[in-house]
């Protein structure tokens, strides 16, 4: 299954790897240019994960709301998502989706 909201991809996978360490906050992604944030309403209910290369995302509850300021509320269910920040294709680079 996977989530589109924005810039920010979730895909629901099987586990956390074992190495992810748990990381304050539910917010998915920061908007550089707005300041806005894909973030977790329900904050007590989540817990983000992060590895050296990975974002990880727990919803712990049977469901919780991922909101930004510009785009339409996603309700996920309870399990574990891969989290990433789209990336745009240009000749001369790559380069990380601006919010």
Not at 29 to 42: D, M, W, Y
Not at 54 to 62: A, K, N, Q, V
């Amino acid at each position: 299954m996977l989530y589109r909201h924005g810039d920010v991809l979730l895909a629901k996978v099987q586990q956390i790897p074992r190495h992810a360490q748990a990381k304050t906050g539910v917010i998915l992604a920061r908007g550089e240019v707005t300041g806005h944030s894909h973030r977790i309403l329900e904050a007590q209910h989540a817990q983000m994960y992060n590895t050296p290369f990975d974002t990880f995302l727990e919803i712990r509850s049977e469901k919780a709301t991922l909101i930004h300021e510009e785009h339409h509320p996603i309700v996920l269910e309870r399990g574990i998502y891969k989290v990433w920040m789209q990336r745009e294709y240009r000749p001369d680079a790559n380069r990380w989706v601006e919010d």
